[in-house]
């Protein structure tokens, strides 16, 4: 390690000193034009203008890179993931891009790369894994953890500093385009699994940037962008909890704000948000960036600006640090913001230690500090493979199997049917931030950018003695049915009809699922309906696949077909685990965590409902009771729950109590169970969910085999925000449940919280830990 008195280094690049001393004496030599440029980002385009983020080209500067360079810069913008660049090109683009910005400013300060990692690495040729939802379904943290350390792996190998990874948005509105992106509906749920996320990619060496912050996915009738009105109760309760969750337990470093307003006021005008609750209220000391031209935003979008000079200003004293994809807003408009006194300097200066300090952090500013060499870096590996391969098995979710038509067994299955959109189409598998999904759709020449077996390929090496017959039937989308009696007429001359229907993601319209891809109701997209109808006429045993970004509704066709399996967009290895599970070969055990509507009009709004949300008969003929409940998946393998027992009769309201769970495999296959515990509060000082997920544990069981899963439940788990609006626990009976879903789970025990109600602050304990014990 160099020392503290090293002659002629400069004290900002002597890593002997504390990060600290290391940002003040940087600070402290930059002039307002220098610091405000550490603030503002650069998108190189290498051809004309695509429309991954909106808006896209009404923003993009014109101006030459010398000039936009001149001070320094805070951020690059997509170097890898803009264009098909493969990992050699990419980083020697990176190389020069960085050497241009250091020679451009005078203290020769990198740049922040960032990139986007919601399926992976976005860039050519990198593995596309599944996608956030399909995560959700694995109910399996540890996984998760392991798959976000294979990204940032990825990423940290080719230069890059910075993920815009995870989506912590909790659904609300299965409509919405982006639900694929998401982790679920469960704010418990989605906060396990994205703190895990948070912890994998940033020990990895990537910032972690949570988003949106906040409540993006609430928005009106599921509109993308759309406004948000929800009270202080619902977004305390449900939206802001994972956010929290992934930065006390994952230490994400960065957050970025989301598009919408709250009640009128967009989150990235929003001090309350961005700075009162986020940094005071919280103690977060990373990075808040602005989601992609969300200054701009503040003018064009919301009108709470004057104009594009102005939003800047806006977004400065609310708390928004660096501004992305460029610098539109920044830049000479906050110069001359601060210079006008229109702002305070002293906000710039915050906001510019905090990236200066994730600069020290990353070593840009280390005096040895160099550029990786790429040239044999390998994006798809085995070691990608295997995971893209295990996430994507325990992510699928066996709906119904009534007559166990399922696992198919080839013996008495000679002839298969193999029908729809999704059975021979590789993009089907993908999510809309999968690269050949992303960006690909614009260079036909370039293919999938690397190998992607279909369904259809895959179950022939599943099943290779049977007679596969194909048949399209009609696409995802479109009006043309001219395929559909074809494809029935298969059907009828089979033995086992394999039906394959729901997505093909895109961006902004260009695909059923996806950002900008918001549906009008929750039917199967295009003439699927008709072409399922049709194939269920046939006569043959129907199981139906449905390989989708979001759920749709299944109630029409729930008790006529044979098997029903949900994927949600199971990414590169999806073929292949798709036909293991069909043929056996993988037990499935995906856990749905959204629900299944019924209806396609009926919107359930999730399961997390008070009671006047739920079926009401003799009040409204409407029902949103799902066709699959949150937390439902089945096995090959019958799983009993047991018994449930609790350590103590009462609780304080700030103690703690444990729930043993137990459970046994009484089939003849192995199994991995994810067991469920609920809770519900029936009498509160405000309307509480019917019930809600507290806690979770995979178990793995051979056949025969009886374990208990202890869950150290905290009462904080019962907290919830009262009449005053702050978070509480009050005394009063709690029921806990446990079983395989929220509908109606089998085991109950009520207990009894006691004491004085206790409010709660920041150090409330977030989640229920829980340990596997042998019966």
């Not at 385009?45 to 000039?67: I, K, N, R, Y």
């Not at 295009?526 to 006569?539: I, R």
């Not at 769970?661 to 169970?673: F, M, Q």
Request: contains cysteine.
């Amino acid at each position: 390690m160099t020392s503290v008195n090293a002659p002629g280094l400069a004290p900002w690049r002597d890593a002997a000193r504390t990060t600290g001393e290391r940002v003040e004496s940087l600070l402290a030599e930059l002039t307002l034009e220098e610091k405000v440029a550490q603030l503002g980002s650069v998108w190189v385009q290498t051809d004309e203008p695509g429309s991954v983020a909106p808006l896209q080209d009404l923003f993009m500067s014109a101006g030459g890179l010398e000039e936009r360079l001149r001070y320094g810069l805070g951020h690059l913008t997509r170097v890898y993931g803009t264009a098909p660049v493969g990992p050699a090109e990419g980083a020697a683009r990176l190389r020069s891009l960085q050497e241009q910005v250091m020679a451009a400013n005078r203290f020769g300060i990198p740049a922040i790369a960032h990139e986007e990692c919601l399926t992976g690495f976005a860039t050519y040729g990198a593995t596309a894994y599944p996608t956030p939802l399909a995560w959700a379904a694995t109910f399996d943290p540890g996984l998760i953890e392991r798959l976000a350390g294979a990204i940032g792996a990825d990423l940290r190998a080719a230069g890059v500093h910075q993920g815009l990874s995870p989506v912590l948005d909790v659904v609300r509105d299965y409509r919405w385009g982006r639900v694929e992106e998401t982790l679920g509906e469960d704010p418990y749920l989605v906060g396990r699994l994205g703190a895990a996320y948070v912890r994998g990619l940033e020990g990895a060496g990537i910032i972690a940037t949570l988003k949106h912050f906040a409540g993006y996915a609430a928005s009106r009738a599921a509109r993308n962008h759309a406004p948000v009105s929800i009270g202080p109760r619902e977004l305390a309760d449900v939206i802001l909890p994972p956010f929290e969750a992934a930065l006390r337990e994952g230490g994400a470093r960065s957050v970025m704000n989301s598009y919408t307003d709250l009640d009128g006021v967009p989150v990235g005008a929003s001090p309350d948000l961005l700075r009162r609750l986020l940094r005071e209220e919280w103690g977060f000391e990373g990075t808040v960036v602005a989601d992609y031209w969300a200054v701009p935003f503040l003018a064009s979008m919301h009108g709470v600006a004057e104009d594009d000079a102005a939003a800047g200003a806006v977004a400065m004293r609310a708390g928004i640090d660096v501004e992305l994809p460029e610098t539109v807003g920044y830049g000479a408009h906050l110069v001359a913001h601060v210079r006008a006194g229109r702002v305070d300097e002293a906000l710039v200066d915050e906001s510019v230690r905090r990236v200066l300090r994730q600069k020290i952090e990353l070593g840009l500013l280390d005096d040895d500090h160099d550029f990786p060499d790429v040239d044999d870096l390998d994006l798809d590996s085995p070691r990608n493979r295997a995971l893209a391969a295990t996430v994507a098995e325990r992510s699928i979710v066996l709906l119904a199997n009534p007559g166990g038509i399922l696992p198919v067994e080839p013996a008495t299955t000679s002839k298969i049917a193999v029908i729809g959109p999704c059975a021979d189409d590789p993009r089907t598998l993908l999510g809309c931030y999968a690269f050949p999904n992303h960006v690909l759709d614009r260079y036909p020449e370039h293919g999938m950018g690397l190998p992607i077996p279909s369904v259809r390929e895959r179950l022939a090496a599943e099943f290779p003695g049977a007679e596969l017959g194909y048949a399209l039937g009609a696409d995802v989308t479109g009006d043309d049915g001219s395929g559909i009696a074809a494809a029935a007429e298969l059907a009828a001359g089979s033995d086992l009809a394999l039906l394959f229907v729901g997505d093909r993601a895109g961006l902004f319209g260009g695909g059923t699922s996806g950002e900008g891809c918001d549906a009008a109701d929750l039917r199967l997209p295009g003439l699927q309906p008709d072409l399922v109808e049709a194939v269920l006429a046939s006569g043959t045993p129907v199981v139906l696949v449905v390989v989708s970004g979001r759920p749709y509704a299944l109630g029409a066709y729930k008790d006529r077909v044979a098997a029903a399996v949900q994927a949600f967009l199971p990414g590169v290895e999806g073929g292949a685990a798709l036909a293991g599970v069909l043929s056996g070969r993988v037990n499935p055990s995906g856990r749905l965590p959204v629900q299944i509507p019924a209806s396609p009009a009926i919107n359930p709004s999730t399961y997390l409902q008070a009671p006047l949300g739920r079926r009401a008969d003799g009040i409204t003929v409407l029902d949103p009771t799902p066709a699959f409940a949150f937390g439902h998946g089945l096995s090959y393998s019958a799983v009993e729950y047991v018994a449930l027992e609790t350590d103590r009769a009462e609780c304080a309201t700030d103690g703690s109590v444990e729930a043993r769970v137990t459970v046994r495999n009484a089939g003849d296959r192995p199994a991995e169970e994810v067991v469920q515990l609920y809770a519900s509060d029936p009498v509160a000082q405000v309307a509480r969910p019917a019930i809600q997920l507290i806690g979770f544990a995979r178990v793995a069981l051979e056949p025969g085999q009886t374990r208990v899963v202890a869950f150290d439940v905290p009462a904080d788990a019962f907290s919830y925000t009262g009449v005053e609006l702050r978070r509480i626990v009050e005394p009063g009976a709690v029921t806990l449940s446990a079983g395989p879903s929220a509908d109606e789970p089998p085991l109950r025990a009520v207990i009894r919280v006691t004491g004085d109600t206790v409010t709660l602050g920041p150090a409330r304990r977030l989640g229920t830990p829980a340990r596997l014990l042998e019966e």
